[in-house]
């Protein structure tokens, strides 16, 4: 029997100020892409909205492929459906947002403001890197992916979104003609699960873990992933 990987083009991307090293436990990946800033690919241009779509649509080209994105991630994936040949897409701790989303999206965590300030104190980048995981092993990897990320990324994001370049992406998901699933970690202090599965768009699964899920819970992922792409 052919692997997904053998017969399918499955793509991976990760959150704000996280890197590739995110889907180090998560299988079949054929290609994990760094966004701008992150990772040690270079920033060479603003962190907006529309930049980054236009970076994703290189890297990704026209080919039919599987995506599973996580958090920002897979938000600038929703900003684009238009422009993707998508087979299946996979999103987790990322909440669908337009212009009346964004209060319930989001749990009102604290932490929330530090993913869009760009010069962060150790003590900030620590608290940034635990509200994201449930499991204390995990905070090292997180705080290195955030204290290797181009601060500037945080504070574009945040402009881009004050100058309404954000996409209806619920009006967007409503209309895709592709599968998609929703995974949720039952501690995730971030994204607001329940308004996640009260939208009725796709697929939506609860699994332990917090918003740092491919880290905190890869196995329960991993087995989501698998059942769900087997099945399109």
């Known amino acids: 029997m052919c692997s997904?990987?053998?017969?399918?083009?499955?793509?991976?991307?990760?959150?704000?100020?996280?890197?590739?090293?995110?889907?180090?436990?998560?299988?079949?990946?054929?290609?994990?892409?760094?966004?701008?800033?992150?990772?040690?690919?270079?920033?060479?241009?603003?962190?907006?909205?529309?930049?980054?779509?236009?970076?994703?649509?290189?890297?990704?080209?026209?080919?039919?492929v599987i995506i599973i994105a996580h958090s920002l991630g897979a938000n600038m994936i929703f900003q684009m459906l238009d422009q993707l040949n998508i087979k299946a897409l996979i999103s987790f701790g990322a909440p669908p947002l337009n212009d009346e989303s964004m209060d319930q999206a989001f749990l009102q965590t604290p932490e929330l403001g530090l993913f869009f300030t760009a010069?962060?104190?150790?003590?900030?980048?620590?608290?940034?890197?635990?509200?994201?995981?449930?499991?204390?092993?995990?905070?090292t990897h997180i705080f290195t992916d955030i204290k290797s990320t181009n601060p500037k990324i945080r504070t574009d994001i945040a402009a881009s979104l004050q100058r309404g370049e954000l996409k209806d992406e619920v009006s967007a998901l409503i209309h895709a003609s592709f599968p998609i699933l929703f995974i949720h970690g039952t501690e995730d202090n971030i994204v607001n699960g329940s308004y996640i599965r009260e939208l009725g768009i796709g697929e939506f699964i609860e699994i332990p873990g917090g918003h740092a899920l491919s880290l905190d819970n890869p196995q329960g992922l991993n087995n989501c992933i698998s059942n769900f792409i087997n099945n399109v």
Do not use: R, Y
């Open 119 to 139: 010069d962060l104190s150790e003590q900030q980048m620590k608290e940034m890197a635990q509200v994201q995981t449930c499991q204390k092993d995990n905070i």
């Open 4 to 64: 997904i990987q053998q017969m399918n083009k499955v793509i991976a991307i990760h959150g704000n100020s996280s890197s590739s090293n995110a889907f180090v436990k998560i299988d079949n990946c054929t290609k994990v892409i760094n966004l701008p800033g992150h990772g040690g690919t270079p920033l060479q241009e603003e962190f907006s909205i529309p930049n980054i779509v236009k970076f994703l649509a290189k890297e990704i080209g026209d080919e039919e």
